[in-house]
């Protein structure tokens, strides 16, 4: 199967900074890219959808400018969260397609915000 | 959007085959059945998907009923690594979106 990775894998940062995380399709060029959301014991929550060279397509109640999205290549997408607060601590996974076909998920990245 | 009903949890022995169920009565004609499995705190894993007829790879076999209401994935001889949980999820040609269930936790005993 494909190879999709994410940097970094975990990040501890304090409330009020912001940031990014990257992930990045190793052996093939991803026409979509979508970011979930993780809380513990639960499952994953869609948050954007995200298509190379165009504006992502984020889910309902996900605030776009608090989850800022940029798809600028056909192998990489990132995801900044600013000015992270403490509610925001959770597990992001990235997973990638290309043209509709199978996703592939990256490893996830764990965010904790003091 | 479709969705889909698998139970919470199942055991199973190592080394003996295991069928987890899905039910997606709701089903359109155009949704395709995935399967992915998810380790903890790690990203899902592809498994499997198929549209009406029965599928097979090297990891497990999709069966899907004939009114495709229902599926159910195989997994031929279970291994302590196969311990996760299963996620049956089904999605559009259109727009291809995954809707995440709550999924089964499968539970191998050596």
């Known amino acids: 199967g494909a190879v999709v990775s994410q940097h970094p894998s975990r990040v501890i940062c304090k409330s009020g900074t912001s940031v990014k995380i990257e992930c990045r399709s190793l052996d093939f060029q991803a026409t979509t890219m979508f970011w979930y959301r993780q809380f513990p014991k639960q499952s994953l929550m869609l948050m954007a959808t995200?298509?190379?060279?165009?504006?992502?397509?984020?889910e309902q109640g996900v605030e776009k400018d608090k989850f800022l999205i940029n798809h600028a290549s056909l192998t990489l997408s990132t995801l900044t969260v600013t000015s992270a607060h403490p509610e925001d601590s959770s597990f992001y996974i990235c997973?990638?397609?290309?043209?509709?076909?199978?996703?592939?998920f990256g490893p996830g990245t764990r965010l904790l915000v003091l | 959007d479709a969705k889909t009903t698998q139970p919470n949890s199942m055991e199973s022995n190592e080394e003996e085959p295991v069928h987890l169920p899905c039910n997606h009565s709701t089903i359109s004609g155009t949704d395709y059945i995935h399967w992915y499995r998810q380790l903890p705190s790690q990203g899902p894993e592809y498994v499997i998907h198929?549209?009406?007829?029965?599928v097979n790879n090297r990891m497990a076999s999709l069966a899907i009923a004939e009114d495709r209401k229902s599926s159910t994935l195989i997994l031929h001889r279970a291994t302590l690594r196969d311990a996760a949980v299963y996620y049956c999820?089904?999605?559009?040609?259109?727009?291809?979106?995954?809707?995440w269930g709550a999924g089964t936790k499968l539970i191998i005993k050596p």
């Open positions: 999820i089904l999605s559009t040609d259109s727009n291809y979106q995954l809707i």
């Open positions: 995200s298509n190379e060279g165009s504006k992502a397509t984020y």
């Open positions: 198929g549209l009406t007829s029965n």
């Open positions: 997973s990638a397609s290309r043209f509709q076909e199978t996703q592939y």
